[in-house]
Protein backbone atom coordinates (compact mmCIF):
# COMPACT_ATOMS: atom_id res chain seq x y z
CA UNK A 1 0.00 0.00 0.00
CA UNK A 2 0.82 3.48 -0.67
CA UNK A 3 0.25 6.63 1.64
CA UNK A 4 -0.14 10.26 0.37
CA UNK A 5 -0.79 13.16 2.65
CA UNK A 6 -1.30 16.68 1.26
CA UNK A 7 -0.14 19.59 2.99
CA UNK A 8 0.65 23.18 2.27
CA UNK A 9 -3.41 24.46 1.55
CA UNK A 10 -4.53 27.76 2.85
CA UNK A 11 -6.48 30.91 2.48
CA UNK A 12 -5.17 33.41 0.03
CA UNK A 13 -5.51 36.46 -1.93
CA UNK A 14 -6.15 36.31 -5.56
CA UNK A 15 -2.15 36.94 -6.94
CA UNK A 16 -0.81 35.56 -4.41
CA UNK A 17 1.31 31.91 -3.99
CA UNK A 18 0.82 28.37 -2.01
CA UNK A 19 3.19 25.62 -2.71
CA UNK A 20 1.31 22.08 -2.13
CA UNK A 21 3.23 18.88 -0.85
CA UNK A 22 2.23 15.10 -1.31
CA UNK A 23 4.55 13.27 0.33
CA UNK A 24 4.25 9.70 -0.41
CA UNK A 25 5.23 6.51 1.84
CA UNK A 26 4.46 2.74 2.69
CA UNK A 27 5.08 1.21 -0.37
CA UNK A 28 7.70 2.98 -2.14
CA UNK A 29 9.08 0.04 -4.13
CA UNK A 30 9.03 0.38 -8.58
CA UNK A 31 8.58 3.74 -10.62
CA UNK A 32 5.67 5.41 -9.75
CA UNK A 33 3.76 8.43 -11.09
CA UNK A 34 2.36 11.20 -9.16
CA UNK A 35 -0.61 13.49 -10.25
CA UNK A 36 -2.11 16.79 -8.49
CA UNK A 37 -5.84 16.85 -9.27
CA UNK A 38 -8.83 19.51 -7.80
CA UNK A 39 -12.06 19.27 -7.04
CA UNK A 40 -14.03 22.69 -7.07
CA UNK A 41 -17.32 23.11 -5.42
CA UNK A 42 -20.39 21.80 -7.60
CA UNK A 43 -17.08 20.73 -10.43
CA UNK A 44 -15.98 17.67 -12.25
CA UNK A 45 -12.41 16.22 -10.24
CA UNK A 46 -9.86 18.35 -12.81
CA UNK A 47 -6.21 16.97 -13.98
CA UNK A 48 -3.83 19.65 -13.11
CA UNK A 49 -0.34 17.97 -13.45
CA UNK A 50 1.73 14.80 -13.14
CA UNK A 51 5.27 13.89 -12.79
CA UNK A 52 7.58 11.12 -12.76
CA UNK A 53 9.44 9.94 -9.91
CA UNK A 54 11.77 7.84 -11.07
CA UNK A 55 12.48 9.88 -14.73
CA UNK A 56 11.90 13.00 -16.33
CA UNK A 57 8.53 12.89 -17.20
CA UNK A 58 5.98 15.01 -16.85
CA UNK A 59 2.37 16.95 -17.77
CA UNK A 60 0.04 19.20 -17.40
CA UNK A 61 -3.40 20.78 -18.17
CA UNK A 62 -2.17 23.81 -20.17
CA UNK A 63 -6.14 25.17 -19.86
CA UNK A 64 -5.62 25.18 -16.03
CA UNK A 65 -1.92 25.67 -15.73
CA UNK A 66 -1.45 28.39 -17.93
CA UNK A 67 2.27 28.90 -16.96
CA UNK A 68 0.76 29.91 -13.17
CA UNK A 69 1.41 26.48 -12.07
CA UNK A 70 4.60 24.19 -11.59
CA UNK A 71 5.24 20.52 -10.64
CA UNK A 72 8.29 19.05 -9.12
CA UNK A 73 10.22 16.40 -6.58
CA UNK A 74 12.23 16.45 -3.60
CA UNK A 75 15.77 14.68 -3.99
CA UNK A 76 14.48 12.02 -2.28
CA UNK A 77 11.88 11.34 -4.52
CA UNK A 78 9.21 10.80 -1.95
CA UNK A 79 7.84 14.19 -2.09
CA UNK A 80 5.83 16.13 -5.20
CA UNK A 81 5.43 19.92 -4.86
CA UNK A 82 2.47 21.92 -6.36
CA UNK A 83 3.74 25.56 -7.00
CA UNK A 84 0.84 27.70 -7.67
CA UNK A 85 1.04 31.58 -8.56
CA UNK A 86 -0.82 34.34 -9.52
CA UNK A 87 -4.10 32.15 -7.51
CA UNK A 88 -7.51 33.78 -8.98
CA UNK A 89 -10.68 32.84 -7.37
CA UNK A 90 -11.40 29.95 -9.42
CA UNK A 91 -8.40 28.37 -8.15
CA UNK A 92 -10.82 27.35 -4.90
CA UNK A 93 -10.67 24.06 -4.48
CA UNK A 94 -10.04 20.95 -2.88
CA UNK A 95 -6.64 19.81 -4.12
CA UNK A 96 -5.55 16.03 -4.57
CA UNK A 97 -2.30 14.41 -5.43
CA UNK A 98 -2.66 10.31 -6.47
CA UNK A 99 -0.23 8.11 -7.21
CA UNK A 100 0.32 5.25 -9.59
CA UNK A 101 2.72 2.55 -10.21
CA UNK A 102 3.90 3.43 -13.52
CA UNK A 103 6.80 4.88 -15.38
CA UNK A 104 4.54 6.84 -17.78
CA UNK A 105 2.85 9.73 -16.57
CA UNK A 106 -1.40 10.01 -16.65
CA UNK A 107 -3.80 12.64 -16.99
CA UNK A 108 -7.05 10.68 -15.99
CA UNK A 109 -7.99 9.79 -12.92
CA UNK A 110 -9.10 6.29 -13.27
CA UNK A 111 -5.35 5.14 -13.78
CA UNK A 112 -4.23 6.30 -10.34
CA UNK A 113 -4.42 4.04 -7.40
CA UNK A 114 -3.88 5.58 -4.31
CA UNK A 115 -5.36 9.01 -3.60
CA UNK A 116 -4.72 11.76 -0.78
CA UNK A 117 -6.72 12.92 1.62
CA UNK A 118 -6.78 16.58 -0.52
CA UNK A 119 -6.11 19.66 1.26
CA UNK A 120 -8.17 22.76 0.71
CA UNK A 121 -7.04 25.79 -1.00
CA UNK A 122 -9.34 29.40 -1.04
CA UNK A 123 -8.34 31.94 -2.98
CA UNK A 124 -10.28 35.35 -2.05
CA UNK A 125 -10.82 38.56 -4.02
Known amino acids: QVQLAESGGGLVQAGGSLKLSCTRS????????IGWFRRAPGKEREFLSA?????????FNEDSVKGRFTISRGNAKDTVYLEMNNLKTKDTAVYYC?????????????????WGQGTQVTVSS
Open 98 to 114: AAAQAVLVFSTAAQYDY
Open 26 to 33: GRTFGSYA
Open 51 to 59: ISLNGDSTT
